[in-house]
């Protein structure tokens, strides 16, 4: 999962190259949401299910999840989230495909980890090929920090040593 506008990386889930990806929506979102304030989530159709939009909008934020062309408006579940966007996607279809075309940007966010930082794995074991992805990743987002600082100002604020918290200089060496 990845933010639209700096292409920072917010959850990843490694898993083996025949696993399903709707399953692993939900907890991508629950680690964004842990970390950022999210008004939007843009998945494609194979994400679509009722409990993924129920995910997304328990954490405050709009699916914008298309629905298939054998979509039911009327799919028996107790759940409304379904049908009320169900019928979003159906009476509001160019409100709806401008936010959705922001999913075109985790493609981005894939091409520019592939560019940078190569698009094969070289490590052997299973092991040091996840550590790898998420080396690459973490190098991404590096690299993404300190473009949006310089191009989009934004200012981090990175976690402070509980010395300097303290009104204490976190060079100064008590014995």
């Known amino acids: 999962m990845c933010g639209v506008q700096t292409n920072i990386v917010t959850a990843v889930e490694i898993t083996d190259r025949f696993a399903g990806d709707s399953p692993q929506f939900k907890p991508l979102v629950q680690t964004t949401g842990r970390n950022f304030t999210m008004a939007e989530v843009i998945a494609d159709k194979a994400y679509l299910s009722?409990?993924?939009?129920?995910?997304?909008?328990d954490h405050h934020a709009v699916p914008y999840i298309p629905y298939k062309a054998n979509s039911d408006p009327n799919k028996r579940t107790p759940n409304p989230i379904w049908r009320r966007m169900y019928?979003?996607?159906?009476?509001?279809?160019?409100?709806?495909?401008?936010h959705y075309h922001k999913r075109s940007n985790v493609e981005s966010t894939f091409s520019?980890?592939?560019?940078?930082?190569?698009?094969?794995?070289?490590?052997?074991?299973?092991?040091a090929q996840v550590n790898e992805a998420l080396c690459k990743i973490l190098c991404h987002n590096l690299c993404c920090l300190i473009q949006s600082m310089y191009e989009l100002d934004v200012k981090p604020d990175f976690w402070q040593d509980q010395n300097a918290q303290?009104?204490?200089?976190?060079?100064e060496v008590t014995q």
């Open 112 to 127: 520019m980890i592939k560019a940078k930082f190569g698009d094969s794995l070289r490590s052997r074991t299973k092991t």
């Open 50 to 57: 009722v409990d993924n939009l129920q995910t997304v909008v």
């Open 87 to 98: 019928y979003y996607f159906c009476y509001n279809q160019e409100w709806f495909m401008q």
């Open 166 to 171: 303290a009104g204490q200089n976190p060079l």
